[in-house]
C-alpha cells in the first residue's frame, strides 16, 4: 500500500512543490494506512473472520488496484472514518454503552460526509445497530438526530469564526452522476470485473457461513452485509464515476472474501484466485 500510494502521488506532489500539499498527502497516506488496521482490528475482535491475512491482502490489493483511489484525499479520509464509525456499531452487540456507541458512530459518518457526502447513507447502519441490538429503549432512536445537530453547531461555529460566513447545502452537497462511461476503460473495467466476480462466488459461503452461526453472532454478519449494499448504493450515486468511488465498497468485501480464502476446501483453485487478485494491481499498470 505504502509502495503504491506513494509511487502514485510522488509526481503530483513535486510537480509543484508546496509544503502543504505534501503534509496533506501524508495526513492522507497515515489515514490509507490506518484503514487496513482499524478494519484488522475489527474483523479481530468480532470474530468476523478467522486470525489470518487475507482480510488485510484483499482490502491493500483491491485499493491500489485503482489510481483514483490513491490520489482522491477525501475518499480516503472518509473511508476511516466510515471505519471507525462500523467499529462502534458492531460492538453495540456487548450491550454496553449503548448510547455512547451510537452516539460516535453517527458523529463520524457525519465526518466522513463532510469529505465525500453520499457517505452519509452510512447511517442507515447505525439504525440496524438499533435496531438488532438496541431497539428496547426509544431514547436510542434519537441519539443520532443529536449527533447529527452536534456536528452542524460545531460545523457553523468554525465557519463562522474563520470563514465569517455559514457552512451551505452547496458546499456540502455533492450531485449525483449516472455517467458510467469511465468503466469501459479497462484499466477500470478489469479489477472491477474480477473482484465483482469475487463477490458472487464468495457471497454463497458467507451465507452459508450465516445460517450455521449463532444467533448472537448473526446480527453483526448481517450488518456486514448491508455494509455491501450501502456501499454499492454510494458507488451508484457519487459525483464520480473513475473507480475510486468503490473504496467504501472492499471493506466488506474484504471481510467476506477472507472467510471464503479462510475455508480449507477448494485450496487449489483458491491459490490460484489469489495469485490473480495480487497480480491485478501490478500488471495492469504494465499492460495497460
Known sequence: ?????????????????????????????????????????????????????????????????????????????????????????????????IALKIFDATFWICIASLFYFWSILFLFIVYCGILFHAINYFK????????????????????????????????????SSFKFENYQNLSILIPISIILAVTVWTLSHYFKLFQKSGIRSRPTYMLVFITLLISILVAILSPVKNGSELLFFFVPFSIIASNYFDNKKEKGFKEVLLIVLILMPILLPIFL
Open 1 to 97: 500500500m505504502a509502495v503504491f500510494y506513494i509511487s502514485a502521488n510522488l509526481k503530483p506532489v513535486f510537480q509543484e512543490f508546496e509544503v502543504y500539499t505534501l503534509f496533506t498527502k501524508l495526513g492522507v497516506f497515515v489515514s490509507f494506512l490506518l484503514s487496513v488496521m482499524v478494519l484488522d482490528f475489527i474483523a479481530k475482535k468480532n470474530e468476523l473472520t478467522k486470525r489470518s491475512g487475507f482480510k488485510i491482502l484483499i482490502f491493500a490489493v483491491c485499493s491500489v488496484s485503482f489510481l483514483a483511489i490513491l490520489r482522491d484525499n477525501q475518499i480516503i479520509v472518509a473511508n476511516l472514518c466510515i471505519l471507525l464509525s462500523l467499529r462502534r456499531v458492531i460492538s453495540l452487540k456487548s450491550r454496553k454503552d
Open 140 to 175: 436510542n432512536w434519537l441519539i443520532p438526530l443529536v449527533a447529527v445537530f452536534g456536528v452542524f453547531v460545531m460545523l457553523t461555529a468554525f465557519h463562522l469564526i474563520f470563514n465569517d460566513a455559514f457552512y451551505t447545502w452547496t458546499a456540502w452537497f455533492q450531485q
